[in-house]
């Protein structure tokens, strides 16, 4: 199907919206430190364009979620032993059609936050570096920062939440971010 995409301009916000495409299932892995801030507002913008059945938005800030030990449990392909919240956002990324991962860049890096969940879902290679059949059907998503000053710096925060996205199956990945926030 051809998606028939325009750019919608809020102010000081940009979007992309999908017409004619239902996205039936989106995830959204929430990293804001605050709710109401830049990001939030960008992302409820990106959030309303889009077409959905279900939405799970699971806020990082309000989650249950242990870092990484390295303990090895997931090297036997079972997935992460360790049982907190991480467990919906694995069992969530498997049923999305659209993959949303949301942060403000702090200290040119993505929040705490972020940085926990994503360290956790090294259990996804389970050792021998294959994640596709994992995570089911090809997926849509989209990346949404804000940062102060004019974006520079923010190319690294970028690529990892791309890596993340492609370890999700996610094929098509739009950019959506607000710079000078600190203005």
């Avoid at 102010?11 to 109401?36: E, P, V």
């Avoid at 294959?130 to 940062?147: C, F, H, M, Q, R």
């Amino acid at each position: 199907m051809l998606l028939d995409i325009s750019v919608l301009r809020y102010s000081k916000y940009t979007c992309l919206r999908l017409y004619n495409y239902i996205i039936m299932n989106i995830l959204i892995i929430d990293g804001l430190i605050k709710s109401n801030g830049h990001t939030d507002k960008l992302l409820d913008k990106h959030i309303a364009s889009l077409k959905a059945s279900s939405i799970t938005r699971i806020v990082l800030r309000d989650s249950n979620i242990s870092h990484c030990t390295d303990c090895g449990g997931c090297g036997g392909s079972n997935g992460c032993i360790i049982l907190d919240d991480m467990q919906k956002i694995f069992d969530a990324s498997k049923l999305a059609d659209y993959c949303i991962i949301a942060s403000p860049v702090v200290f040119g890096n993505t929040t705490a936050y972020v940085q926990t969940a994503l360290s956790r879902f090294q259990s996804m290679y389970n050792g021998d570096f294959s994640v596709l059949p994992k995570v089911g059907k090809l997926k849509k998503g989209a990346i949404i920062i804000t940062a102060g000053g004019s974006g520079g710096g923010t190319e690294a925060v970028i690529k990892t939440m791309r890596l993340f996205l492609k370890m999700l199956n996610v094929s098509d990945i739009e950019i959506i971010a607000n710079y000078n926030t600190d203005k």
